[in-house]
């Protein structure tokens, strides 16, 4: 049986013996005021935080509630990112069939429960370095700085009507603090788990700070080291499934205006609009023609750049 099989259901069987509220999740089912909700694997080939989740919750030393659940169990079997729609895009409309929108609709009032929503990611391509990537939320941005264990932070602007919305948007949305980290490149590595195993052990330390010793989110905050932060300004439509970009770019590698990155269905060049950082890059697997196997992702590349000016008042600032 293949590992992150094992793994699985290495959850799933201790999860029978201490349920959490929804199917395929595990609680400490302690009665506490103060829930921490950790998601893993919501794209189901990112199960790298596997191994950390097992040996956090076997540890199970808190003394408030803790629910951790697996977004896309079903995905997670396959191997694959999801099975009918993308989970993390469907939190808009939870009134559609999709097996991903029926999970979605049972794992929102677990969010809508939480103190703090913390959802563990893998990037597809390689990446230079982890990285926490969610909308701007004020506190969920304290949160990241005070957790820390890594020094990027990709944000993107608050939209007032989105078309689609993740489960980070969906929990900010209802006034619960909500990180996404992006902890290394999918799939069981060491340097994934590792990364895990410190962000859980960090979130549990300031999780009991904010709300059992009752200390300002902000006052931690401010204490610990500033993140490096980047805002998503550009994003590429993959438009045709024979544009390509060029070969080997990974996730935060820097990009000048005017570079070439890639060529369209015509052979003709585009390139980076500005300068920045590229994130995720995408290399679909290609027929002998060079036509992507279909459906495309929507977009073949974002660009984002370093935010110079205050991030809160930038933010704000219309897309
Ligand atoms: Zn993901």
Known sequence: MERHIELLNEFLNIST????????????????????????????????????????????????????????????????????????????????????????????????????????????????????????????????????????FVTK??????????????????GVPSLTIELGPKGLNRSSELLADKVLSRTVEVFRSVYLDKVPIADISKKSPALSMFKITHQESFDHPQKALKKGLKNLDPCNKGESLGKDENGKEFYAPRDGVILFPK???????GSAHLPLPHKIYVLAEVVTSDPELELKLKE
């Open 17 to 152: 013996k201490s349920p959490g509220s929804i199917p395929s999740s595990w609680s400490n089912q302690i009665e506490s005021q103060n829930h921490l909700v950790v998601a893993a694997c919501t794209h189901g080939n990112e199960y790298g935080s596997l191994p950390a989740i097992l040996k956090w919750i076997k540890s199970n030393s808190f003394d408030f509630r803790v629910t951790v659940f697996i977004g896309n169990p079903e995905a997670v079997k396959k191997n694959t990112r999801f099975v009918e729609e993308d989970l993390n895009r469907v939190y808009t409309d939870l009134s559609r069939n999709s097996l991903e929108s029926q999970r979605a609709k049972e794992i929102a009032p677990l969010i809508q429960d939480a103190n703090l929503f913390l959802d563990l990611h893998q990037t597809i391509e390689p990446t230079l370095s982890p990285f926490y990537i969610f909308r701007y939320d004020k506190t969920s941005a304290h949160w990241a700085r005070a957790i820390g264990c890594v020094t990027e």
């Open 283 to 289: 290399y679909p697997e290609r027929d002998s023609k």
């Open 157 to 174: 602007p608050i939209l007032s009507n989105p078309e689609t919305m993740t489960q980070n948007e969906f929990a900010t949305s209802h």
